[in-house]
Every structure is written in structure tokens, then in C-alpha cells.
């Protein structure tokens, strides 16, 4: 008796197939996959998105995973972070670089009090200039030496008076110019031991 061949089920097969070399071929060459167009991604529970280098590092990695919240981290051609833009462990913005070693050579964010700041560094990471919000509020730029001692402060003093001080390379201050406690003028200069030697101010 001669079978009759069922179409349906050679169909079904040949289909089956077919989409089987076809996600074989995808799983070897992601690039052969071509692009990739949707309305909207969402990502839950703290994941993250990534987007790996030839050598399987991660170049660019977008995480809601943090402490304080959603981060965006950028990597050089060696691994290390470039760039990092987001929230800090207590919840403040900020935006950091760093240097091709990793260590960080700028930062632009929130201060502990609310204020915002920028902060540079050296190739050692410790800190070269200050500009941002003081801890009473007010403006100031502080820059700093290679061992981290103050050399340079212009800004608001704590009753609301603007001034500038400068520092020796020891910390101590050298020269001071600005408003005095009856809100005058006063300039003040000091010897190396931070010792007042000089002083000149307005009278009321």
C-alpha cells in the first residue's frame, strides 16, 4: 500500500528548521542582527544596560543598581572610568571625570549641605581648586598646593563679608584683604609663622 506523504507535518518541519539555523546564526554574530527600533525599554528590579567593546569590557553602563540611585559610567580604551554621572551614596547629583589612570581629576556635584561645587585634582587626586558654596552658604574659590595646604581663599566670611586671604606654602596665612569687623576696609599682613605684622584699616 503506498503512504501519502503529509504535507502539513513536511511543512511544519522545514519551518521548524529553518528558524532554528536562523537563531543559531544570530547567537554566533549579534552584529548580524542588524538594528533595533521600539517605542520604549524598562528595566526593573535594578538592573542595568551595557554596551561591551570588542575585548568584552564594558565601555558604557547605564545602572539603577547605586545606593543613592541611577548612574551612568563611561570607560576608556583600557578599562579604567572616564566619566561617572549620577547620585551620590546620600542621594546628591554629581558628575565626575577621571584621569587615564582612573583617579578622579574634576567633580561637579551637591555638597553635604545642599550647595552646589566644582572640585579639581591632581594626578594624585588630592585637591587643587575649590568653587562652589561654603558651609555657611555663602561663595568661595579656594585653590591649594602640591602637599594640599590652602594657598588661596576669596569669598564670603562667616557674618556675610567678602574677602581675600593667601597662605605662605606652609598653611599660614601671609596677607589678608578685605572688610574688617566694623564693616570697613582693613588690609593685614603676616610673617611666615602666620603672626600679624602689619595692619591697616578705615576708620568709622
Known sequence: MKRQIDMKSVLI??????????LISANKDE??????????I?????????????????????SGSGQGGGSIMLKNALGGASMKLGASEDGQGGFKVYNQEGKMSAHLGTGEMGGGFIRTFDKHESSTVYLGTSEKGGGQLTTYNEVGNETAFL????VGNGFLRTANEYGKMSAYLGTGNSSTGMVLLCDRDGNTKWVEKVDD
Open 13 to 22: 518541519g522545514v519551518l521548524t528548521t529553518l528558524l532554528l539555523m536562523s
Open 31 to 40: 552584529a548580524e542582527m542588524g538594528n533595533l527600533s521600539v517605542g520604549s
Open 42 to 62: 524598562t528595566i526593573r528590579d535594578g538592573g542595568g544596560f551595557r554596551i561591551l567593546s570588542r575585548a568584552g569590557e564594558n565601555t558604557v553602563l547605564i
Open 155 to 158: 569669598g564670603t566670611g562667616t
